[in-house]
């Protein structure tokens, strides 16, 4: 199994930038299709982002298409979330996933049923 530590939320002015990190352990981190998903107060968990083991293959959610970027560095064992003009409603706790099972070569997945294990979340605040 694997292990994840999500870092780099903090708050944020709206209009700005943050970048999320994920640091993997514990199992081969390659074979893992990952994910960050986010969960404001009273709101169900949105899957925001998603990328093949390779990474060559991503997904991103409407609401945050053409703001936010994920990547992956598997030599380093570390997923990223970049997050541009970030606004309000991108307000929530951050939560990387990882998914392990029979994906295809390019499988990604934004339903929170596909993964396996997950990190604790780190949180975002935008102010207005």
């Known amino acids: 199994q694997v292990q994840l530590v999500e870092s780099g939320g903090g708050s944020v002015q709206a209009g700005g930038s943050l970048r999320l990190s994920c640091a993997a352990s514990g199992d081969s981190y390659s074979r893992y299709v990952m994910a960050w998903f986010r969960q404001a107060p009273g709101k169900e968990r949105e899957g925001v982002a998603s990328?093949?083991?390779?990474?060559?293959?991503?997904t991103d959610a409407d609401s945050v298409k053409g703001r936010f970027t994920i990547s992956r560095d598997n030599a380093k064992n570390t997923l990223y979330l970049q997050m541009n003009s970030l606004k309000p409603e991108d307000s929530a706790m951050y939560y990387c996933?990882?998914?392990?099972?029979?994906?295809?070569?390019?499988?990604?997945?934004?339903?929170?049923?596909?993964?396996?294990?997950w990190g604790q979340g780190t949180q975002v605040t935008v102010s207005s």
């Open positions: 996933a990882g998914g392990r099972g029979s994906w295809p070569y390019s499988g990604v997945s934004l339903n929170s049923n596909d993964y396996n294990y």
């Open positions: 990328i093949s083991r390779v990474g060559g293959t991503t």
